[in-house]
């Protein structure tokens, strides 16, 4: 395929074997990097296969820091998960085997991971301020989303103290998980106002950039309130807020909730450039031949030791396709899979 191709004043021929388009239609068909079962199920894209990897590995700092990612409260959304992931395990299409427990790894990251030595440099604070109006866990994931994204909060709350703020919608929770959200809360900027009264979302309206509010209590200051329920927000009060039932839905809801915030500080539009949030599709192929059966490794009615996590996580198959590598020597030789071979072929016959 020869292109003319106009540079300054000067055009010059260029040999090409695909165009554009057709180089992507190829590199389409691979399906290496497809995201693995398990990560296609979370909503909030936690890296599973890679937080599995480093149990597996006895790593635990680097699992924790693939779970931080995902929460500002690791405990606390490991006790209450209701881990649709693990339902999407692949080991569930073998006969005589159990998926993977990863709920139980959750928990056991979120109690014996490690937390880097070195802290991370202090960022910039936002200049648009942010309130947030009511308690429970949506109010409480919320504010952990926005703190990490250097937004100065503030919560206006009824609760008397932080303890019972706390308590509201996180019976689900042991007192420990509560004791480590507590610890974390405390290191992060987040100024409460306690025995806030019910007309206060009125009252400090034109007193922050962004408002935020729990579900139940927006319905009750704005009963005609019409909400976005994915972008998690009401244009007409311009109010960010509504509902979610469940802990991991929560903390998606306050995930978008917090990235509709930061659009907003920006006079942006919500819906724009949000790029793929929730739950995806994946096209990956992994061939179970020759995968033993394993039963879980962690009793269900036991705290989690470490060597039953790291034994659990060792039954991880780390799904990914290499079956067209299983058959290429020269796949095997160049250990690159087809999309980056593609890829590498297009560019060297053009140059």
Not at 129 to 144: D, H, N, Y
Request: some cysteine; charged content about 25%; hydrophobic content about 35%.
């Amino acid at each position: 395929m020869i292109l003319d191709e106009r540079a300054s004043t000067h055009v010059y021929r260029q040999k090409r074997m695909l165009t554009k388009e057709e180089l992507t239609e190829k590199e389409s068909l691979c399906v290496h990097e497809q995201p693995a079962y398990c990560n296609a199920a979370c909503p909030l894209k936690l890296d599973v296969k890679g937080m599995i990897g480093a149990i597996a590995a006895n790593d635990w700092r680097k699992a924790l820091s693939f779970y931080e990612k995902i929460t500002p409260f690791p405990h606390l959304l490991s006790a209450g998960c209701e881990a649709p992931c693990q339902n999407a395990c692949k080991l569930c299409s073998l006969q005589g085997t159990d998926a993977v427990s990863i709920k139980g790894l959750e928990h056991a990251v979120a109690l014996y991971g490690e937390k880097p030595k070195s802290r991370a440099l202090p960022r910039m604070k936002k200049k648009k301020t942010v309130a947030i109006f009511g308690s429970g866990l949506f109010c409480l994931f919320l504010a952990g989303e926005l703190q990490k994204k250097a937004y100065p909060v503030t919560v206006f709350c009824a609760e008397p103290d932080i303890q019972t703020f706390l308590s509201k919608g996180t019976d689900f929770a042991g007192q420990t998980a509560l004791d480590d959200t507590r610890t974390a809360l405390d290191s992060m900027d987040i100024r409460f106002v306690f025995s806030a009264a019910s007309d206060t979302l009125e009252k400090e309206r034109g007193n922050y950039d962004i408002l935020c509010a729990e579900y139940n209590l927006a319905r009750q200051c704005c009963p005609d309130l019409e909400i976005d329920a994915h972008l998690m927000f009401s244009r007409s009060e311009g109010l960010i807020t509504g509902p979610c039932t469940g802990v991991l839905d929560t903390a998606y809801a306050a995930k978008r909730a917090a990235l509709t915030a930061d659009r907003l500080s920006q006079n942006l539009d919500p819906s724009n450039t949000r790029g793929e949030e929730g739950p995806c599709e994946t096209r990956l192929y992994t061939d179970m031949k020759g995968v033993e059966p394993s039963l879980c490794q962690i009793p269900s009615a036991a705290e989690v030791t470490k060597e039953q996590a790291v034994a659990e996580a060792s039954r991880c198959i780390q799904c990914q396709c290499d079956a067209c590598i299983k058959g290429c020597a020269y796949l095997q030789h160049y250990k690159k899979f087809p999309r980056i071979l593609t890829r590498e072929i297009y560019n060297n016959v053009s140059i």
